[in-house]
């Protein structure tokens, strides 16, 4: 492909990704399967213009939030052409209209280019060349490149550290495995992964995490395929070591999807016990099942929850750890998809705050006497933190919350606190992980 035509090919797939993760009337698919969709109906596109193509309009959703307000004050509506446009000439100050130049160049009207800027688009790209990406004049939401709706909520929670959690959400995650303590321990995991050239260091707070200073790709290396390591944040980790599930003990993992968390506990157990994978998810369920034959975890059953199910009756109260890790906004996950936080409105944040609230009192009722309730989200917004808990302990008083305090000094001995609060609740600011949340509850016996 000519440069021209990468362009070309960049402002066709940005058009789609408008249209059907992020306008208006949009269906709001994630935006890697609709880029997927789009190459592979373009099949003689090779690898290398790919990459071009995506990172392309890739830096267009990265700075979507931003591209919109400067277009928007100039009276114009943010088409593809425009988005990719002011992707290329903003924040190059210094550049003394080369950037002008190289994209009125790129605009070339050649056989596979795109069509040359018409006036208008020229005094849109006059009006943008040399203007930082971020204005001073921006209000908070394109400045933070944060949606406006979530910013009481945000502001509430982090004050004046909310600047540095938004610049971490902009920050690329790093990449964290979990070791399989079924199969192998950290230090053996480390010398493993040396041999096999990946290079690794220990995550802070989990015991059971490594970090790879440099993104690679670990899932073709024999650790991986030998089921010794999993891919997981550090976060996720501890959500699984505070459920402290022990060996023998019976758990449900409530919302298991692809058994990442079921995965971690099943560990704890020492595969002594049992460990059932609920979710309403066929098709994610399904995944579950590779991952836990690779780990060796041979305590799990899955179960899929179904309407009208009988399932959950059958075993009330029976089950001494209940995990929920609730379907939730993902606002804790966003360095991770940047385009999540075009796609998440308002209206879904208040539905899953609802459905949040009824699969907790669904499951509540396996937890027995003396047993636990562990809630867990990947959302930065107390809606679906806090204030579900104080909701469901003024529903549920015969339960009460562990103080973390305590949990952490009884699984995480000699280690600092990592937060304030009766409950976990990580940031990528503070702490380096996604966004997690975190609360044990104990069912009065
Ligand atoms: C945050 S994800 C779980 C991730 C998983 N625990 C892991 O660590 O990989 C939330 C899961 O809840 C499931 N879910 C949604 N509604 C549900 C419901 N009413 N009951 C149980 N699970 C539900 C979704 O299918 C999804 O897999």
């Avoid at 540095?164 to 053996?188: I, M, S």
């Avoid at 539905?351 to 003396?370: D, F, T």
């Amino acid at each position: 492909m000519t440069p021209a035509a990468r362009i070309a090919c960049a402002i066709d797939l940005i058009g789609v990704l408008e249209e059907q993760c992020f306008g208006p009337a949009a269906r709001r698919r994630p935006a890697d399967a609709v880029a997927s969709d789009f190459f592979r109906t373009r099949r003689f596109i090779g690898g290398g213009d790919r990459r071009v193509v995506s990172e392309l309009a890739w830096g267009v959703v990265r700075q979507r939030i931003r591209l919109g307000w400067h277009l928007d004050r100039l009276g114009v509506a943010p088409t593809a052409r425009l988005l990719l446009l002011a992707q290329m000439l903003l924040g190059r100050s210094g550049d003394h209209g080369r950037g002008r130049q190289a994209a009125e160049a790129a605009f070339d009207d050649s056989h596979y280019g795109p069509a040359a800027l018409d006036p208008a688009e020229r005094r849109v790209a006059a009006s943008l060349d040399g203007r930082p990406l971020v204005d001073p004049a921006m209000p908070d939401g394109p400045r933070l490149n944060l949606p406006d709706w979530v910013l009481p909520a945000l502001t509430a929670r982090f004050g004046a550290g909310l600047a540095r959690e938004a610049a971490a959400l902009e920050t690329e995650a790093p990449l964290d495995l979990r070791v399989n303590l079924l199969k192998t321990d950290r230090e053996a995991a480390i010398t493993l992964l040396a041999g096999e050239r990946i290079e690794v260091v220990p995550t802070p707070l989990s015991p059971w995490g490594l970090r790879l200073p440099a993104r690679r790709p670990v899932t073709g290396t024999a650790a991986f395929r030998q089921g010794l390591i999993e891919v997981q944040d550090e976060g996720s980790q501890l959500i699984a070591l505070l459920a402290d599930a022990r060996p023998g003990m019976r758990v449900a993992d409530y919302c298991a999807g692809a058994a990442g968390k079921t995965l971690a506990m099943a560990a704890t157990m020492g595969n002594k016990g049992k460990i059932t994978a609920c979710d309403t998810s066929a098709a994610r369920l399904e995944g579950a099942a590779t991952r836990l034959k690779r780990a060796g975890v041979d305590n799990a059953e899955r179960h899929l929850l179904e309407a009208g199910d009988r399932w959950a009756k059958r075993r009330a109260g029976s089950f001494d750890r209940v995990l929920v890790d609730a379907p939730c906004t993902g606002t804790g996950t966003w360095r991770r998809n940047p385009d999540a936080r075009l796609r998440t409105r308002p209206e879904d944040l208040a539905e899953l705050v609802e459905v949040q609230h009824q699969i907790l009192g669904k499951a509540s009722e396996l937890v027995r006497p003396g047993g636990r309730l562990v809630y867990a989200t990947c959302s930065l917004l107390p809606q679906e933190n806090e204030e579900q808990m104080d909701r469901f302990l003024a529903h549920a008083p015969g339960f009460v919350p562990i103080p973390l305090d305590r949990l952490w000094a009884e699984l995480r001995p000699g280690l600092e606190l990592p937060c304030e609060g009766p409950f976990l609740a990580l940031s990528p600011g503070r702490h380096g992980t996604d966004g997690f949340f975190c609360a044990v509850l104990e069912r009065g016996a």
